[in-house]
């Protein structure tokens, strides 16, 4: 059984509508029975793909997210981004980026974007009489940031994957992030003055107001600025941190007295359903890789690659199509398992930094998560705003424009990833 038909088996049961990790696991049993290798090595490596601490930092960031949804800091963040940029035309679309942007220094997720701000930012421009289209596609657009500014769950597990450090790659991400939230803040002033978006905030806020909005929202802002110090100043690692997350979640909890006992066993349970689900993808995506490993497909891939050009420009823009394509099917954990150990080594051999490509290869997969046919997170909002899922593609669609030229620059500009990582760890 060659690794070219546990590929091709591996997308005919994905087409059955399977799981992706049943999908990845059938196809490697199958492989282990063909070649006579001991059953108990599916369990070997499945095991040890998540024998790792850095790994543990994905339930902590899940649970985080959820304490921060169930405690009210959801609601304090998006009336503190209201202040920074609520009195703009088309204030509220720019909330919904800014809002995405502190909430990504959290929770490290983009579904956890979606679900946590998505119905507060929904409602408040329902509110301004905001089409429903147009703010499903700016709370979907914005949802992207999240993975690539620090915390980043997908950013850890690439970490995991190209046995690269999780905290460069976290330090990595902060300028990109915010190359992408300008690129989309500017194509909303644009869209705001086409279609006459209403100001976010019609009166400036009173002395008062503005002392009780900092007040409210100044003990959930310093969550992502303790987090961030701690990883800029090497104190804490990625793992800490996310523990770090959760304990400050518990003390905001407290302190607002928002979080019942009952929604706290509740955030648990969807924590644990979660970690199942992200962690089962991790362990079948292990063996899978390794299969294709002893078949020799990334060494045949990378000598595909390098036989077309050894030219990182060229590499990178075929590494891109091929991760966008991927990212519109795959859910983001099972490919970068997969795609990671196949992808980089000839990138790597032709130049590429691989923290560099890991920012590029996230922010890839996270394009995905908004186009057709398999976009979570627009999957996600439909329900919300009660929309067909094909209208709120359609919506998104024209964000795809500054995220594709947010993508370019930082495909091919690598100093905004590796100029912070470089300035704190060499």
């Known amino acids: 059984m060659s690794g070219s038909m546990v590929v091709l088996l591996f997308l005919v049961l994905l087409t059955t509508g399977l799981p992706i990790a049943v999908s990845m696991g059938i196809p490697s049993a199958l492989y282990l029975i063909v070649a006579n290798i001991p059953p108990s090595q599916l369990i070997q490596r499945m095991v040890t793909s998540l024998n790792s601490f850095p790994m543990l930092a994905v339930p902590l960031f899940i649970l985080a997210a959820g304490l921060m949804n169930s405690s009210g800091i959801t609601e304090r963040l998006f009336e503190f981004a209201k202040l920074l940029v609520g009195r703009l035309k088309g204030g509220l679309a720019q909330v919904n980026i800014v809002a995405s942007l502190i909430f990504s220094g959290i929770s490290g997720a983009a579904l956890a974007d979606v679900g946590g701000l998505g119905n507060i930012e929904l409602e408040a421009m329902e509110k301004q009489k905001y089409p429903k289209t147009h703010a499903a596609a700016i709370t979907a657009a914005s949802a992207v940031i999240g993975p690539i500014f620090p915390p980043s769950i997908p950013l850890i597990i690439y970490g995991a994957a190209a046995e690269t450090s999780s905290m460069q790659l976290l330090i990595a991400g902060i300028l990109p992030a915010l190359i992408i939230a300008i690129a989309l803040m500017v194509q909303v002033a644009f869209f705001a003055r086409r279609y006459n978006y209403p100001k976010g905030v019609e009166s400036k806020y009173s002395r008062t107001e503005v002392l009780t909005i900092i007040k409210r929202g100044l003990p959930s802002m310093f969550m992502p600025l303790i987090m961030m110090g701690g ?157 067909p899922v094909g209208k709120v593609f359609k919506a998104v669609m024209p964000y795809l424009f500054s995220l594709l030229v947010a993508l370019v620059i930082l495909s091919y500009v690598p100093q905004i990833s590796l100029w912070l990582p470089s300035l704190l760890f060499n």
């Open 231 to 387: 990883m800029l100043s090497g104190l804490f690692s990625p793992t800490e941190v996310a523990a770090i997350a959760v304990a400050y979640s518990l003390v905001l909890s407290a302190i607002y007295k928002e979080l019942s006992f009952a929604s706290f066993i509740k955030t648990c349970k969807e924590t644990l359903q979660s970690t199942a689900s992200v962690l089962f993808i991790v362990a079948s995506a292990a063996i899978f890789a390794w299969v294709l490993t002893v078949e020799q497909l990334p060494q045949q891939v990378s000598a595909l690659m390098l036989g077309i050009s050894d030219n990182p420009v060229v590499l990178l823009i075929l590494a891109n199509v091929i991760l966008l394509i991927a990212g519109m099917f795959l859910e983001s954990t099972a490919a970068i398992m997969i795609l990671t150990p196949i992808l980089l080594p000839p990138l790597m051999a032709s130049g590429v930094n691989p923290v560099h490509f890991g920012l590029v290869m996230v922010f890839n997969l996270m394009i995905g998560m908004i186009t057709p046919p398999v976009g979570m997170s627009v999957y996600m909002l439909s329900p919300i705003v009660k929309l």
